[in-house]
């Protein structure tokens, strides 16, 4: 290619200040507007790095003012110029560059714009199937440039600071054996093998434990994970996890690692101090005090037990309460964001009963004592329960009986992040903490057995061991999870690397020896060979992309994410693919279905 094939940039549209006046400069960007001022012409050029205000002055060549005038939005162009200062009542202090604007000699048009399906703002409110149809247009938006810039430069940061501890960085196969993880695989048929299957991974789990019998010792992987889940909530079909696996530690080395990764990251992006350390929750606690298993600790609220239930008048209390199961209440504190009318309180209904809760049971404090809802069960106790709650008046007491103490505790715990969301009790900055001792299973009343609760690789806590099939719903793992911001950020374990342990918790999850050989024989194999005790974690990149730029879906963070019905429109995929790729698979697809 000659050098004259087209005016190349010197610098970016991000880049001048005051400092450079009286420069000549090239600029290569898109027209991001475009106006007429009388013989003067206003363009501001963008790129990724920022916009720069072009000026076409009224003593402009003939020839550069025709160009000026056909100019369209989004056009690349070239422009060559002065750099100079804008006059002092023409500074714009919202624009990086606010100071300068170039005067242009010349202009080439280096491509010119179809009818744009919408217009590139910071933030793009067309639909998101239209944004997605034409990501590459809606990626120019500062909003999804600045995500995807932040985005790298998260991942450059924790690359950064594992080469400099000392991990070592290994690429695991995306073809793999099918192993059951908990969702369902992506498979891919074999040519070569008719009737044979690959899966896509769901996580490199069983890889990143086999490095450690290596000897690798010290694993990371920027890791691209399939699941192919039915499209519900803010889910991808393929996502990407930083994974981590150690050798020779314990439970606490990873939580310090993890703490000084997020540390180290934070400062460096975001010039954000964390603390040091992030505070502990148990499992039970978790749920207790906050009614989930990742509460946002960006706001207090916290849930107690309703002591008061216990042998009241109110049958739904007592019930509950013999059966086993809690009745637990809340404060919400009276607010001028929100008024506590039947209909809002209605709707905090629904929301504890999505997790199971039968209803929904309130106590307004007003002129010093209770009233409405069940208050008529507690009329002699109106003293007592205002003393201990510490209500005040104009606060609602919100409570939740149910048989099952978990059911109460998550249909409580929506409530909770109801109103922390709509009194606006959610504190800016950024709440980590970490839940430990969780249940090693969870009962799947479906299929009628015991399953592991986080995946079948994660071991007992010690106590445990001797006596785990006698009552599996009782054992606790060593298991922890990152929450940030009442996400879960991350999941992990010490594993088991015992293989007699190992066939152990597959039998309690219903897989025999048989089937475990036959699923997960490599993993047994590899561990006759002397494994070394190890431990691991993997937080999601996606998820905290979204929570440091303050999204809303993961779909806002990822460059190329499939859509809510998870299809993408842009190359309009799954797509049917030609009769003789089937036929070299040796697949033949079951119209009926
Ligand atoms: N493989 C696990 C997951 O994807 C994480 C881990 O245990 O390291 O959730």
New binding site residues.
């Given amino acids: 290619m000659s050098e004259e094939a087209f005016l190349q940039r010197t610098v970016t549209c991000g880049q001048l200040s005051a400092a450079d006046e009286g420069r000549t400069v090239v600029l290569n960007g898109w027209v991001h507007r475009d106006r007429n001022h009388g013989a003067l012409h206003f363009i501001n050029l963008r790129d990724r790095y920022g916009i720069t205000q072009v000026v076409v002055d009224d003593d402009a060549s003939g020839a550069l003012q025709e160009t000026a005038s056909q100019l369209k939005l989004e056009y690349c162009i070239a422009v060559r110029g002065i750099v100079r200062r804008r006059p002092q009542d023409m500074v714009n202090h919202d624009m990086a560059t606010g100071e300068i604007e170039v005067k242009a000699e010349h202009i080439d048009v280096l491509s010119r714009c179809d009818v744009l399906p919408f217009m590139i703002e910071d933030e793009n409110n067309a639909k998101e199937d239209l944004r997605l149809k034409y990501r590459y247009l809606d990626l120019r938006g500062r909003g999804m440039t600045d995500r995807i810039v932040l985005r790298h430069r998260i991942v450059k940061a924790i690359r950064e600071y594992f080469y400099r501890t000392d991990f070592l960085e290994i690429e695991t196969p995306t073809l793999i054996r099918s192993t059951p993880?908990?969702a369902r695989d992506f498979l891919v048929p074999s040519r070569i093998y008719p009737g044979k299957f690959f899966a896509l991974p769901?996580?490199?789990?069983l890889y990143?434990q086999l490095l450690m019998v290596s000897g690798m010792d010290k694993y990371f992987q920027i890791a691209r994970?399939y699941r192919d889940e039915d499209p519900r909530g803010d889910r991808q079909l393929e996502f990407t996890?930083l994974?981590?696996?150690m050798s020779y530690v314990q439970r606490d080395d990873v939580l310090a690692l993890v703490e000084d990764l997020f540390n180290d990251v934070f400062r460096k992006v975001l010039d954000v101090e964390l603390p040091r350390h992030f505070r502990r929750l148990t499992y039970h606690d978790a749920m207790n005090t906050y009614g989930s298993d990742k509460p946002d600790l960006r706001f207090g609220l916290e849930m107690k037990d309703f002591t008061f239930a216990e042998g009241c008048a109110f049958n739904a209390f007592t019930e509950a309460l013999s059966a086993g199961g809690a009745v637990k209440y809340l404060v919400a504190p009276a607010s001028d964001r929100q008024e506590f009318t039947r209909k809002y309180i209605t709707s905090l209904e629904d929301a504890a009963k999505v997790y199971g809760a039968h209803g929904l049971a309130w106590m307004k404090v007003q002129d010093g004592t209770i009233s409405g809802g069940v208050s008529k069960f507690f009329a002699d106790k109106a003293g007592e329960i205002i003393e201990a709650t510490g209500v005040h008046d104009g606060d609602m007491i919100l409570i939740v009986a149910h048989e099952n103490w978990k059911k109460c505790c998550n249909s409580l715990g929506a409530v909770r992040n109801r109103l922390g969301a709509d009194l606006g009790l959610i504190q800016d900055g950024f709440a980590f903490c970490w839940i430990i001792d969780f249940p090693l299973f969870e009962y799947n009343e479906d299929e009628g057995h015991w399953e592991a609760a986080?995946?079948m690789?994660?071991m007992p806590q010690a106590e445990y061991i001797d006596t785990l099939e006698e009552d599996p719903g009782a054992v606790k793992g060593d298991l922890y999870d990152l929450v940030l911001n009442g996400y879960e950020l991350?999941?992990?374990?010490i594993?088991i690397h015992d293989i007699e342990l190992q066939k152990r918790i597959f039998r309690i999850c219903n897989f025999s020896d048989e089937k475990a050989q036959e699923r997960f024989g490599f993993l047994l194999d590899a561990f006759r060979f002397s494994p070394p005790p190890h431990?691991?974690?993997?937080p999601g990149i996606d998820r905290l992309c979204m929570i440091v730029s303050n999204v809303n879906t993961i779909r806002e963070v990822i460059a190329f994410p499939k859509n809510t019905a998870a299809a993408s429109p842009m190359d309009d995929c799954p797509a049917e693919v030609e009769p003789i790729q089937l036929k070299e698979l040796g697949l033949k697809i079951d119209a009926a279905k």
């Fill in positions: 993880e908990g769901q996580s490199p789990q990143k994970c996890q994974d981590i696996e986080h995946h690789f994660s991350a999941s992990g374990s594993r431990g691991g974690i993997a």
